[in-house]
T-cell receptor, first 114, second 114 residues
Framework: AQSVTQLDSQVPVFEEAPVELRCNYS??????LFWYVQYPNQGLQLLLK??????LVESINGFEAEFNKSQTSFHLRKPSVHISDTAEYFC????????????FGQGTELSVKP | DSGVTQTPKHLITATGQRVTLRCSPR?????VYWYQQSLDQGLQFLIQ???????AKGNILERFSAQQFPDLHSELNLSSLELGDSALYFC?????????????FGPGTRLTVT
């Protein structure tokens, strides 16, 4: 069975500092990997995804994640965070045999302080 | 705004009761997903429909049922409610029924069982 572990439940960081949110997954088949963001009192929004090809994927707002098959990881990074990045971030896994089913991690609360 | 609408936004009911949550997908999307978000269980996939047919099932309780209607809107029925059913219920939709297509999440229905 697939599962996702987000290693940090809370990550406090100062504005303009770099950040890394960690995600490890377990799966016996080829996977699709996703990062979703949830702002307060809102639904989830897709931040970026890995389906195949280049192992480094980027979002339009400066986040990037690297698929590492040997370490079964998909960590999310940003070189310089803004106050507006404060939100909860969810890593999710699926594969082509699961229909559209997403398995989510427990979430990481990113808190950016001025 | 994701284009996915959910009603009602909030629902407060008593144990043993039955409620219906409604979801309208984005225009053109054929697949609808239901997820439950709670403090102890996190974000869990419940069920997926594609063009009116059940496509994938997660850890959905027997007291819960769902359907997708010909106009593609979906309803999640929760019966014999227990305190532990209190949660945020999200609906998501996607163009197709596989996870390589982006899922767009609604704002959620917050269910409180007293």
């Amino acid at each position: 069975a697939q599962s996702v572990t987000q290693l940090d439940s809370q990550v406090p960081v100062f504005e303009e500092a770099p950040v890394e949110l960690r995600c490890n997954y377990s799966s016996s088949v080829s996977v699709y990997l996703f990062w979703y963001v949830q702002y307060p009192n809102q639904g989830l929004q897709l931040l970026l995804k890995y389906l195949s090809g280049s192992t480094l994927v980027e979002s339009i707002n400066g986040f990037e994640a690297e698929f590492n098959k040997s370490q079964t990881s998909f960590h999310l990074r940003k070189p310089s965070v803004h106050i507006s990045d404060t939100a909860e971030y969810f890593c999710a896994v699926s594969d082509e045999n699961q229909g559209g089913k997403l398995i989510f991690g427990q979430g990481t609360e990113l808190s950016v302080k001025p | 705004d994701s284009g996915v609408t959910q009603t009602p936004k909030h629902l407060i009911t008593a144990t043993g009761q039955r409620v219906t949550l409604r979801c309208s997908p984005r225009s053109g999307d054929l697949s609808v997903y239901w997820y439950q978000q709670s403090l102890d269980q996190g974000l869990q996939f419940l069920i997926q429909y594609y063009n009116g047919e059940e496509r994938a099932k997660g850890n959905i309780l027997e007291r819960f049922s769902a359907q997708q209607f010909p106009d593609l809107h979906s309803e999640l029925n929760l019966s014999s409610l227990e305190l532990g059913d209190s949660a945020l219920y999200f609906c998501a939709s996607s163009e197709a029924g596989t996870s390589d297509y982006e899922q767009y999440f609604g704002p959620g229905t917050r269910l409180t069982v007293t």
